[in-house]
C-alpha cells in the first residue's frame, strides 16, 4: 500500500523543499496556476489565496513601517531623556559639589522631572512590546490616520499642482 500523506503534511513537505532550493526562484502567474491545477486546487480556490496572501504581504509591511517608526520615536525619547537628566546631574553636582539626590525631605525636587520622565519611557517600551494591549492599538490607529491625512494630502497636492499646470499653461 502506498505511502499517504495529510494535506498538512503535504503542505510541510512542499514548503520545505521550495525552501531548500538553491536557486532564488521566481514563479510566473502561470506557473502558479499550472501547479496549482496539477494539485487539484480550483483557480477560484487559488485566486482567493492569492488575494488573502496580497493582504497579509501588506498588512506584514505596513507593520514593520510602523514598528520602526515607532522605535525611531522611542530613540528620540531616549535620548532627550538621557540628555535632560545628564544636565540634571551636571548642574546638581556642580551646585553642590557632589549629588545631592536625597534631601531632608526625600527625593530632591529636580530629580522628579527625570523619576516621573522614566516612567513613561518605561511606558512606552512597554506599549512597543505588548501589541495585544490598548495603548499599541491607540498608538497604531493613531499612525494609521496619520498615514491616510499624508497620503490625502499628497493627492489633494498633485489635483492642485496638475490644475494649475492647466491653468497657466492654458493660452490667454
Keep these: 500500500m502506498p505511502e499517504r500523506y495529510s494535506q498538512d503534511d503535504v503542505q510541510g513537505i512542499l514548503q520545505r523543499a521550495i525552501a531548500r532550493q538553491v536557486d532564488d526562484v521566481a514563479f510566473t502567474a502561470a506557473q502558479l496556476q499550472s ?6 486546487i ?3 480556490v487559488l485566486a482567493q489565496a492569492v488575494a488573502e496572501w496580497r493582504q497579509s504581504q501588506q498588512q506584514d509591511q505596513e507593520m514593520q513601517h510602523f514598528l520602526a517608526y515607532r522605535r525611531g520615536q522611542l530613540k528620540n525619547h531616549g535620548m532627550k531623556y538621557f540628555l535632560v537628566t545628564s544636565a540634571i ?3 546638581d553636582g556642580l551646585a553642590h559639589g557632589h549629588l ?3 534631601g ?3 527625593l530632591a525636587w529636580p530629580y522628579w522631572l527625570p523619576l516621573v520622565w522614566g516612567l513613561a519611557l518605561v511606558w512606552d517600551v512597554w506599549t512597543l512590546v505588548d501589541r495585544d494591549s ?3 492599538q491607540k498608538k ?3 499612525w494609521r490616520r496619520r498615514q491616510q491625512l499624508h497620503r490625502w494630502g499628497q493627492e489633494v497636492g498633485q489635483t492642485l499642482e496638475t490644475l494649475w499646470q492647466r491653468w497657466a499653461g492654458r493660452p490667454r
Excluded: F, H, K, R
Excluded at 501547479?35 to 487539484?40: I, R, T, V
Design 89 to 91: 546631574l551636571l548642574v
Design 140 to 142: 497604531l490607529n493613531q
Design 42 to 44: 480550483q483557480p477560484q
Design 134 to 136: 490598548a495603548a499599541y
Design 104 to 106: 531632608p525631605a526625600g
Design 35 to 40: 501547479m496549482a491545477e496539477e494539485l487539484g
Design 100 to 102: 545631592q539626590i536625597w
